[in-house]
């Protein structure tokens, strides 16, 4: 199934909708989970490569290995932080009736985007830190 450009805007708007209301506690946990599978892909890929002797085909086994932490991060369902940078096209999507109901949503979700964005940024650096 194609999505035209369209579509794929609106699907993330929704998506993005759905992720600025998740729980600060599962977020974190997610955030945490995802930085540790980054982590581990680097370090195998890093060690893998290591123990190649020929720079051509390190390169080439670094870049096979690592996208397994990629792999673990998607069947997990953990939250990257550059996974949700995309997510800022939510922000602009506008209720066009007008009324107070819908700036008090706007500013709301606004709140829960950039608590979300924090949240996401700060885990990604302290775990990094702690690998």
């Not at 998506?15 to 946990?29: F, H, Q, Y």
């Not at 581990?40 to 080439?60: P, Q, R």
Request: net charge positive; hydrophobic share 50%.
């Amino acid at each position: 199934m194609m999505f035209s450009p369209q579509e794929v805007a609106q699907n993330y708007v929704g998506l993005g909708k759905k992720k600025a209301n998740i729980p600060v506690d599962r977020m974190l946990v997610l955030a945490i989970l995802a930085g540790v599978f980054i982590g581990i892909g680097g370090i195998s890929s890093t060690t893998a490569s290591v123990s190649v002797s020929a720079l051509s085909l390190a390169k080439l086994v670094a870049g096979v290995v690592f996208p397994g932490g990629l792999a673990m991060v998607l069947v997990a369902g953990s939250e990257l932080f550059t996974g949700n940078c995309l997510l800022s096209i939510a922000l602009l999507e506008r209720d066009s009736s007008g009324t107070d109901a819908s700036c008090v949503g706007d500013c709301l979700y606004w709140k829960f985007y950039w608590r979300n964005f924090g949240f996401r940024y700060s885990d990604a650096h302290w775990t990094a830190k702690a690998i």
